[in-house]
């Protein structure tokens, strides 16, 4: 049986994972190699992430996303392969790279962009 | 109007189903994939293309000049050759495992053993030629050992142009096993090879340049801080990254996909110890 001790620490461990998910923002989700790694495709506008040379897809900017409302872009980030299967953008969530509350993170940082 | 005969029709749909290169063989392959890469890059020659990134990247190109001689690769190659020419017992070593001490075969493969019946690498030649002599074998994925042994063995055909020959229906099969492998999607990402070198070769993915299919072959090993990287390791890195399970170094599978490149990057000159930048968020 587990000690009183090693409880305790699990609960602290999953608590300060979970405090760690929430400060995850859209942003990181897009940048991070170990997440949506987006930024290895896409460019943004100066100042919403690092300046790359990444061409793979398009340069994303609010003009370019003008259109795009939550479902849309929800439907893409969990698997683009079904409007294009063409498509070699991962399928997020029906791969499970990302979890839905992160894709919801993502845009939302996708809508913020200027 | 009725089609006359349904099974004439049956067959005429499966065919139409089938992509051209099932049907072409390796060297229709080869040339398809070719015409591609010129029509995106008329201006690149395939020597060019060998030096990957470096190809489509001037950044990179100045890079790549401003680290020759290439460092580690002298220590990399006297490494080798101490393997190389060690005495195995009764006074054998690998070097007389191989025509000419192994001088100017490198472009020949990976070649197709009829015998065996399978693709053979200079990888699994060198194990053969250890397992004849009852010798431990060298583990492919291993920088330090099989690494240097091949950063040696192909500076011996610096220069000369590969040569790949698919001759037989079984070496066909091979290739295109190797083939599919390349234009399968597979993996956490869902990429293919494909997705990114033959689709997007010349695109930037984070700040790295998408190398071409043609000339993949050419410059391996490449150097990476001092230590030789073969076509097999960087094949088998892509497919981490691709969220896929690597096939062990050495395995068939890793064989067949190595044929396939060679054949790609025939009548190209083995430019091997090449270097290439270390691993990070930047460089892929």
Redesign the interface.
């Known amino acids: 049986m587990p000690s009183p001790v090693r409880l305790l620490a699990a609960a602290a461990a999953m608590a300060a994972a979970a405090a760690w998910g929430q400060s995850a923002d859209g942003r990181d989700l897009f940048t991070r190699p170990d997440k949506g790694n987006c930024i290895a495709c896409h460019q943004v506008p100066e100042g919403s992430g690092p300046a790359v040379r990444a061409d793979v897809g398009p340069r994303l900017d609010a003009a370019r996303l003008k259109g795009w409302d939550r479902k849309r872009l929800r439907g893409i980030l969990d698997d683009p392969t079904l409007a294009n299967p063409d498509s070699v953008m991962p399928p997020y969530g029906r791969h499970h790279l990302l979890e839905a509350r992160e894709i919801e993170r993502v845009i939302d940082f996708l809508h913020a962009l200027p | 109007m009725r089609f006359p005969d349904h099974g004439l029709f049956l067959a005429l749909l499966v065919l139409a189903a089938l992509p051209l290169h099932a049907l072409a063989g390796a060297e229709q392959v080869r040339a398809d994939i070719a015409n591609r890469v010129r029509g995106q890059y008329p201006t690149l020659s395939p020597a060019e293309l060998a030096s990957g990134s470096a190809a489509f990247d001037p950044a990179r190109q100045a890079q790549a000049e401003r680290n020759n001689p290439v460092p580690g690769a002298a220590e990399a190659i006297e490494a080798g050759r101490r393997i190389w020419t060690r005495k195995f017992a009764k006074g054998r070593s690998l070097a007389g495992c191989f025509p000419n001490g192994g001088r100017r075969i490198a472009g020949a493969y990976p070649q197709y053993d009829g015998r065996v019946k399978r693709v053979v690498t200079l990888e699994t030649a060198i194990n053969q030629c250890l397992k004849t002599h009852g010798q431990p074998l060298l583990d492919a994925g291993d920088p330090g050992t099989m690494g240097v042994v091949l950063a040696y063995l192909r500076s011996l055909s610096e220069g000369q142009k590969i040569a790949v020959r698919v001759s037989s229906p079984q070496a066909e099969d091979r290739f295109e096993e190797g083939r599919r492998f390349y234009f399968t999607r597979m993996g956490?990402?869902?990429?293919a090879c494909a997705?990114?070198h033959v689709?997007?070769a010349g695109?930037?993915?984070?700040?790295t340049a998408?190398p071409a299919p043609v000339g993949a072959a050419a410059q391996w090993p490449y150097l990476r801080d001092g230590r030789p990287v073969t076509l097999q390791m960087r094949v088998r890195e892509c497919l981490d990254r691709m969220?896929a399970a690597p096939f062990p170094a050495g395995s068939d599978e890793l064989a067949h996909l190595e044929y396939f490149l060679a054949y790609l990057s025939n009548g190209i000159a083995i430019r091997p110890n090449a270097w290439r930048p270390r691993q990070d968020?930047?460089n892929?």
């Open positions: 956490q990402q869902n990429y997705s990114c689709h997007h695109k930037y993915f984070g700040d998408i969220g968020a930047g892929l």
